[in-house]
Structures are given as structure tokens and as C-alpha cells.
């Protein structure tokens, strides 16, 4: 189903005036028929009082077609079960008045922009229904859904928590009515799969022989180093299973990241060794690179000349000073060098 714009005017002020002027009118009719009809009974007094009370009785029908939109609302109408055009634009409109509109997410509350209200938390993501939420107005602002954390397997199976927060537009309000139940309903549960496809395709972080691609080599994308490239790829994946709801995504962004309780302290160990084992290496290799440069520069000024023995034992000497987690503190030898 394809949405088409209702071609109503913008005369909702002029209908509110007539009508009101109308009534008026019904009032005193009513009031000059019931006076003549005292003095004299006639058909004109008898027609008046008819018609003015008539008009009395049901002149607010006309009221019901009157509908004021802000910017960046629609309204989907349906005539007696058909569907005939999404009122938009902002402004003061009267449509017919047996017109009815449609929105079955109307009552629907998410843990988002638009939705959250003041009031006792109903769920995990949903929020109290206040009377002024009942509006048939579906907006067509842009909108961020923020739903609650999840606890996915990454590639590697550890387990990792993940929340996403994907700001979202309607495009096309007849198929975001009329295509699926619940449209906000539907825009969660598939934002909550299409999240966990994604998460298990990479690993939390770098890890050999993993391919995060598809193009079958080895690469270095993971959950933490990639998060812009893997925000990106969820959004696509959003965005393909959201289309035919006439729902547009616009940005998908990782808020929340970090390893499940369960394993988060052994983690956290792992983290810390392969931190320690990088530093420990560079300063070996420091430490190495200022012993060979101190033994060179002794040989070519002729500053001394060491035996191999002599040689092995300020080697050790040099790299237990550089290599120690602690100042060293000598001992010096004040007497002869043997």
C-alpha cells in the first residue's frame, strides 16, 4: 500500500465559524419559533422550531471533521473502513466528519525520544500511558530508540553486553500503519535481532584468524576497534528488514559495551598480563639496545678492556639495573678492579 497526501483544504476556521454563527442562529430561531408558535400556530414557526432544533441536536457532527496538525505531524483517515489519504502539513483542517484516524501505536510507550513520560515504569523499556498520549497523530520527526541492554555471544562465544540507540523516521505512513501491527513494536524487536546477527559475526577484541568480512581472509575487526564500521553495518541491517514498514534509519550508534559479569574479571586479568607482557617486552629490548651501545662506545675509546667473564657480568649487571621494577642500589668496589 502506497501513501497518498488527502487533498483537504485548510478551512478549519472558516468551518468553525459558520458553525458557530449556525448555532447562534438555531438559538434564536428556537426562541422566535417558540414565541410565534404562542401567538399562532403556522408552518413557518412550526418548520423553524423543527429545523433549529435539528441543527441543535447535531450540529457538532461538523466539529468532529475539524483536525489542527503541528509541524511534522500526519494523520492516516480512513472513510468507513477505507483508507483515503495521510492529512500532513501543519495547520487547521476539517475533513468529513465520518472520517476516522488511524494509529495502533498510538499507546504504544518505548524507552524513547517522543515517548518517555513522567510516571511509574511499566516494563524494562516501556513507561506509563498518560491521557494527553492517546493522540491518533503519528510524528514525523526524527525519533531515537534506545532499547535495553543485551547479552549476545561474540564470534568467539564470550558472552558480551550491548545496547544500541537507532534514531528512525516514518517515510510512509500507510505502510507504517496498515503493513505491520505496530510499528514501534516492530522497530524494537527487529532492532534486538538484527543487533544480535551482527555482534556474532565479530569479536569483542582483535583476535587471529577471525574474519568479520566475509571476503575470507583475516582481519582485525572486532566489537571495540570497529564500532563505527559495525554501528554502520546494523543500521544497514536495520534498515532491510524496516523498509516495507515505510521506516527510514538514519543513524545507528553502540552506547554500551562490555564484557557479561560472568566473565568480566578474568577478562580483565587476560587484559592486564598481555599489558604487562607488551611493556615487559619493550623495556627488554630497550634495555638490550643500551648495553650493546655502552659496550661499543668502551671499545672504541679504548676505555677499558674486559675479559669475556667481565664482559657477562656487567651484561648482567646493565639489565638488572634497566630491567628492575625498583631503583637499583649498588654495591661499589673501592678497591683494585681485581
Known amino acids: 500500500m502506497e501513501e497518498k497526501v488527502y487533498q483537504g483544504k485548510k478551512n478549519g476556521m472558516l468551518v468553525l465559524v459558520v458553525t458557530i454563527l449556525l448555532y447562534v442562529a438555531a438559538i434564536m430561531g428556537t426562541v422566535f419559533s417558540a414565541i410565534a408558535l404562542e401567538r399562532e400556530v403556522s408552518a413557518l414557526a412550526v418548520t423553524g422550531l423543527v429545523v433549529s432544533i435539528v441543527y441543535l441536536s447535531l450540529g457538532w457532527i461538523f466539529w468532529c471533521g475539524l483536525k489542527v496538525l503541528r509541524p511534522q505531524e500526519a494523520l492516516v483517515l480512513?472513510?468507513?473502513?477505507?483508507?483515503?489519504?495521510?492529512?500532513?502539513?501543519?495547520?487547521?483542517?476539517?475533513?468529513?466528519?465520518?472520517?476516522?484516524?488511524?494509529?495502533?501505536?498510538?499507546?504504544?510507550?518505548?524507552?524513547?525520544?517522543?515517548?518517555?513520560?513522567?510516571?511509574?515504569?511499566?516494563?524494562?523499556?516501556?513507561?506509563?500511558?498518560?491521557?494527553?498520549?492517546?493522540?491518533?497523530?503519528?510524528?514525523?520527526?526524527?525519533?531515537?530508540?534506545?532499547?535495553?541492554?543485551?547479552?549476545?555471544?561474540?564470534?568467539?562465544?564470550?558472552?558480551?553486553?550491548?545496547a544500541i540507540a537507532v534514531t528512525w523516521r516514518i517515510v510512509d505512513t500507510a505502510k507504517a500503519v496498515f503493513t505491520v501491527d505496530n510499528y514501534k513494536e516492530y522497530l524494537s524487536l527487529q532492532c534486538d535481532s538484527a543487533l544480535r546477527d551482527i555482534v556474532r559475526i565479530y569479536p569483542y577484541d582483535v583476535a587471529k584468524n577471525v574474519d568479520t568480512t566475509g571476503d575470507g581472509m583475516a582481519d582485525e575487526g572486532s566489537l571495540r576497534g570497529s564500532s563505527d564500521i559495525v554501528a554502520n553495518r546494523i543500521r544497514e541491517e536495520i534498515q532491510k528488514r524496516v523498509a516495507g514498514a515505510g521506516i527510514e534509519i538514519e543513524e545507528a550508534r553502540i552506547t554500551y559495551l562490555a564484557y557479561a559479569t560472568e566473565i568480566a574479571a578474568v577478562m580483565l586479568q587476560r587484559q592486564q598480563a598481555s599489558a604487562i607482557i607488551d611493556a615487559r617486552k619493550m623495556i627488554v629490548d630497550g634495555a638490550v639496545g643500551m648495553v650493546e651501545m655502552a659496550l661499543e662506545r668502551l671499545n672504541e675509546n679504548n676505555v677499558i678492556e674486559l675479559d669475556e667473564e667481565r664482559k657477562a657480568a656487567m651484561v648482567s649487571n646493565l639489565l638488572v639495573v634497566l630491567c628492575g621494577n625498583h631503583d637499583a642500589q649498588p654495591v661499589v668496589n673501592s678497591g683494585s678492579l681485581y
Open 78 to 162: 480512513t472513510l468507513f473502513g477505507k483508507y483515503i489519504g495521510t492529512l500532513k502539513g501543519d495547520g487547521f483542517y476539517w475533513v468529513n466528519p465520518f472520517c476516522s484516524s488511524v494509529n495502533p501505536a498510538a499507546k504504544t510507550k518505548l524507552s524513547q525520544s517522543g515517548d518517555v513520560k513522567t510516571g511509574s515504569v511499566m516494563g524494562t523499556n516501556q513507561v506509563a500511558v498518560t491521557p494527553e498520549d492517546l493522540s491518533k497523530k503519528i510524528s514525523l520527526k526524527l525519533m531515537t530508540l534506545s532499547n535495553s541492554r543485551q547479552k549476545i555471544n561474540d564470534c568467539l562465544g564470550n558472552p558480551v553486553e550491548i
